[in-house]
């Protein structure tokens, strides 16, 4: 066992972990932040992304131990204190850019770091940054809506084409 | 996935000492290593993460205007920092996996890995780079040794891949859609001295040098070129995403594209 220190969602946490233990088993088990699912475990899926030092990765395919020192933002970082919704998050309640919800989390964390690279991506754009998200409800359609709503832009103009 | 042991050293030098114990090995990115643990394919006493190791990651253009990849560079910083120099490199980066995959996913890592349906092989062989480790460099050429086998030696590292900058270039790649590795991917370099055409995602021995289509591109730059060229379907991979000979024929569409597109 080593311990692995980082902060999470700003908050510095740390933990006892094996070099096996993957960054989202440290997530869920350790510090029972459950918002960051695991849907294949092949880094196929994406419903485990999370933000590494801003930038998205799987976390069922990063080790805990290489997430040393790190800044992580996870599904529950993205609200506000009191409890409003993020954006993103908002988007995706206002034009319905789920069904069951299991990939959410990981849509709406890829989306943010869409948005933070390309502020106003086109819906092809958007559908390309997402190459990585499965989701199984197959609500693509309403997803790219909810981030082109995101990113400011008319989503019912552009998806009306 | 077994338990291992972990080590993040901050030195090359360290990683080599860390490395030359019984069972230990090199951790990229872990884009394809930690999916390999967690079937059990795999069984190291220790890992040892190259990405603590500040020297060897990033990009910069070398004096001879040759492109410098860090081993430990990820293929998003690739895509972005090599897009003004090397622009069919950048490329080929930014089609690899997903944005996440890319986050972490190393060169070094690709090139170590050596995977027959990779896309860096084809870039490396077909820019002509040179692989250099903690011990030697190494020509792309004398690398890849086939599927999954390289000219490294237990515990060497990838500490830096030089790229020659061609007068044109494109990557082709005809993506498997789940997996998102080329089902075949054809990168083609025009040098003052000669055309490079190297395949990937075809051959049961990994990427390898199309030596005919380089000599008629030599003469000839252009797609026309290739009319009447094929390859043979004899050693090419084949699997329920396609017959060898597919893949064969895939090759030399794909080939044209890429001059086409250079």
Known sequence: MTSVSMTVNGKPVSGEVEGRTLLVEFLREGQGLTGTHVGCDTSQCGACVVHVNGEAVKACTIFAAEAEGAEVTTIEGMAEADGTLHPIQQAFQDHHGLQCGFCTPGMVMSAAALLKENPQPSPAEIRDYLEGNICRCTGYHNIVKAILAASGQDANAIAAE | MYNFEFERPSTVEDAVRALAGDEAQALGGGQTLIP???????MPSKLVSLTGIDSIRGVCVADDGAVCVG?????????????????????????????????????GGSL??????????????GSGATIVTNAREIAADDYFQGMFETALEEGEIITEVRFPVPQAASYQKFDQPASRFALVGVFVARFAEGVRVAVTGASAEGVFRWHEAEAALAKNFAADALKGLSLSADGMIGDMHGTPEYRAHLAGVLAARAVAAA
């Not at chain 2, 293929?75 to 995959?101: C, F, K, M, N, S």
């Open chain 2, 36 to 42: 390999t643990l967690k079937q059990r394919l795999a």
């Open chain 2, 71 to 107: 081993g430990a560079t990820t293929h998003a910083t690739v895509a972005r920092e090599a897009a003004a120099a090397y622009p069919a490199l950048a490329a080929l980066a930014g089609q690899i996996g997903d944005p996440a995959v890319r986050n972490r996913g190393t060169i």
């Open chain 2, 112 to 125: 170590a890995n050596n995977d027959p349906s990779a896309c860096y092989p084809a870039a490396a062989l």
